[in-house]
């Protein structure tokens, strides 16, 4: 979801003590960082019509965001440590 904070689940839990997460958030690491549109590129050249449509339009950002897919990965990327897979 677009702005929606991320979270895992902490791994650096002790009994009764943690540095990482505090014991807060029923043991979970919430990522503050938030998704923002910045650009859209298709194929291999920056979309500026589309890039107006949707940050005029947030319901049709939410509608085309996704993230996961079924696609293959672009050459050159690789998915995070973390990623979910489908
Ligand atoms: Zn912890």
């Given at each position: ?38 650009d ?30 079924d ?5 050159g990327?690789a ?8």
């Amino acid at each position: 979801m677009v702005g929606a904070p991320k979270a895992r689940k902490c791994t650096s839990c002790g009994p009764d003590r943690c540095v990482e997460c505090g014991l807060s958030n029923r043991r979970y690491v919430v990522d503050l960082s938030a998704y923002s549109l910045y650009d859209v590129v298709t194929g291999d050249a920056f979309d500026a019509p589309t890039l107006d449509l949707l940050a005029s339009d947030p319901l049709e950002l939410v509608r085309r965001t996704s993230v996961r897919t079924d696609a293959e990965l672009t050459p050159g990327f690789a998915p995070y440590v973390g990623c979910p897979q489908a």
